[in-house]
Structure formats: structure tokens, C-alpha cells
């Protein structure tokens, strides 16, 4: 698998950040750690077999096998107890983790339906959350064999001291940001 994005990192993105927020050192520079894919499952207690369908899936799109996740605590008013499996999640790193944001930012996002972007808000502390409608718009999934549609979070993880730093980082990374223009000014 070719590593596109991290040689594009380290060759362009890397020296242009280091020169725009007068960074001397590489390893203070913005970078990003790790991508944790997350997908809460609706109808999970009613249905078990929706989470290990879940988590088929997504071992698909991620090419690691995901956690489980269950409840912490139980809920009367979702008949929910405790240690029941409700979603699952996994974390991708090193050459996975480029890989994956190389094929969600010049793959899935654009077969988005409608898509005209993705919404700049950061977390405060240069993180970014992406929400999918459903799994099928990567190109691992066979339509044909979706049980049910399944929304998911992306959450790019970076070492940015500030959401600008993040939000410079993502932008040099391609990430299609629609509200903000290319030096983060609305």
C-alpha cells in the first residue's frame, strides 16, 4: 500500500507548517497521532446480531478487527443494563492511520451525495469530528450486502497545540473544509 499522504506530509505539509507557525523543531510541529473510528449501534438491544454485523463492517473500512463497546450503566427508559454490547470502535495508527485519511479524504468524501463539504469546527484542542451517515459510501462495503444502514464518527486526532494548528494541519492534509478559507478566516 502506497503512503501517499505521509510522504506528502513529510516532504510539503510538515515544512509549511514548521515556516507558518515559526516551529524549529519537526517533532513540534502539528501531526496527526491517531484516527478512532466509533459507530454507536442503533437497535443494539434489541438485536445483538446488529453489532457484530457492525463490527464486520467496519474491520472492512478500517482493515483491523474493532472492540466491542458496552454500556456503562443501565437505562430503564431504553430497557439498557449495564455490560450490554451497544456500538463498537477502533483506533488506527502509524501506516493504517495514513492510509485510511488518504482513502476518506480523496475517496469517501467526494461519493457523498450533494457533498459540498465538510463543517470546520474543532474541539478546542486541534482535534477534528467527522460524522457519517452511513457505511456505504466506502468502497469496501457491497451495498448488496448492507443489513441496515450505519452512521459512524471519524476523529483525527493531532498533536496541534490549537485548532488553528489542527485546522492548518487537516487543510494541508486535502481535508475539503467548507467554511473558513485556507488560512482559517470565516
Not at 463498537?88 to 492511520?97: F, G, H, K, N, S
Not at 465538510?118 to 460524522?131: C, E, F
Given at each position: 500500500?502506497?503512503?501517499?499522504?505521509?510522504?506528502?506530509?513529510?516532504?510539503?505539509?510538515?515544512?509549511?507548517?514548521?515556516?507558518?507557525?515559526?516551529?524549529?523543531?519537526?517533532?513540534?510541529?502539528?501531526?496527526?497521532?491517531?484516527?478512532?473510528?466509533?459507530?454507536?449501534?442503533?437497535?443494539?438491544?434489541?438485536?445483538?446480531?446488529?453489532?457484530?454485523?457492525?463490527?464486520?463492517?467496519?474491520?472492512?473500512?478500517?482493515?483491523?478487527?474493532?472492540?466491542?463497546?458496552?454500556?456503562?450503566?443501565?437505562?430503564?427508559?431504553?430497557?439498557?443494563?449495564?455490560?450490554?454490547?451497544?456500538?463498537?470502535?477502533?483506533?488506527?495508527?502509524r501506516e493504517?492511520?495514513?492510509?485510511?485519511?488518504?482513502?476518506l479524504?480523496?475517496?469517501?468524501?467526494?461519493?457523498?451525495?450533494?457533498?459540498?463539504?465538510?463543517?470546520?469546527?474543532?474541539?478546542?484542542?486541534?482535534?477534528?469530528?467527522l460524522?457519517?451517515?452511513?457505511?456505504?459510501?466506502?468502497?469496501?462495503?457491497?451495498?448488496?450486502?448492507?443489513?441496515?444502514?450505519?452512521?459512524?464518527?471519524?476523529?483525527?486526532?493531532?498533536?496541534?497545540?490549537?485548532?488553528?494548528?489542527?485546522?492548518?494541519?487537516?487543510?494541508?492534509?486535502g481535508?475539503?473544509?467548507?467554511?473558513?478559507?485556507?488560512?482559517?478566516?470565516?
Amino acid at each position: 500500500m502506497t503512503q501517499r499522504l505521509k510522504e506528502q506530509y513529510n516532504k510539503e505539509i510538515l515544512p509549511t507548517l514548521k515556516e507558518r507557525f515559526s516551529i524549529g523543531n519537526d517533532l513540534a510541529a502539528p501531526r496527526l497521532l491517531k484516527i478512532v473510528i466509533n459507530m454507536g449501534v442503533n437497535g443494539a438491544v434489541e438485536n445483538k446480531a446488529r453489532v457484530e454485523s457492525a463490527a464486520k463492517n467496519m474491520s472492512q473500512i478500517a482493515g483491523q478487527k474493532p472492540t466491542i463497546r458496552n454500556a456503562k450503566q443501565a437505562i430503564a427508559g431504553f430497557k439498557l443494563r449495564e455490560g450490554m454490547p451497544i456500538g463498537c470502535a477502533v483506533t488506527l495508527r502509524r501506516e493504517r492511520m495514513w492510509e485510511f485519511a488518504d482513502r476518506l479524504i480523496s475517496v469517501v468524501l467526494p461519493r457523498i451525495r450533494d457533498f459540498r463539504g465538510v463543517k470546520s469546527k474543532l474541539d478546542g484542542r486541534g482535534n477534528y469530528t467527522l460524522g457519517l451517515g452511513e457505511q456505504s459510501v466506502f468502497p469496501e462495503i457491497d451495498f448488496d450486502q448492507i443489513e441496515f444502514p450505519q452512521g459512524m464518527d471519524v476523529t483525527f486526532v493531532t498533536s496541534a497545540l490549537s485548532d488553528e494548528q489542527g485546522y492548518a494541519l487537516l487543510r494541508q492534509m486535502g481535508m475539503p473544509f467548507i467554511d473558513k478559507d485556507a488560512d482559517g478566516n470565516k
